[in-house]
């Protein structure tokens, strides 16, 4: 539990940090760590536990980001989604073009002002990395 604990708030200080540049982005390297290839296109579903009470402000933090979001260019798809059975728990399902995408994105100015708000709200998180079969 205590290891699983501590897994949970490394994640999130990597999520949290937007005071770094984007290309060193903790985010950037785990996800060059796990891609084969960065040049292709990949899933990123990250989970997250939002503390109580917060929801609504997050949910609304992320709908504003989503706005600017869709129209990078490096981004295929930037959508929210909220565990009916647990409505604390919000999977976001990121799909990129690249890892330069991805990379671009954490540089925006919607993307660091909500970053900013996640160690406020989230509880818990973990991403997962997904590729195509065959690229």
Request: charged share 30%; net charge neutral; aromatic share 6%.
């Amino acid at each position: 539990m205590f290891v699983r604990t501590l897994a949970a708030l490394a994640l999130a200080t990597l999520l949290c940090t937007s005071s770094v540049a984007a290309e060193d982005h903790p985010v950037v390297k785990q996800m060059k760590e796990k891609l084969k290839h960065p040049d292709k296109p990949f899933t990123m579903l990250v989970t997250l536990q939002i503390k109580d009470g917060k929801e609504k402000a997050f949910e609304d933090a992320f709908l504003e980001a989503q706005k600017g979001t869709k129209k990078e260019k490096g981004c295929i798809a930037y959508e929210i989604n909220r565990d009916t059975d647990h409505p604390e728990v919000f999977v976001l399902i990121e799909k990129w073009k690249n890892i330069d995408g991805l990379v671009d994105h954490l540089a925006q100015d919607h993307t660091s002002k909500l970053l900013k708000l996640f160690g406020d709200m989230v509880e818990k998180s973990s991403i997962k990395v997904y590729t195509v079969p065959g690229e």
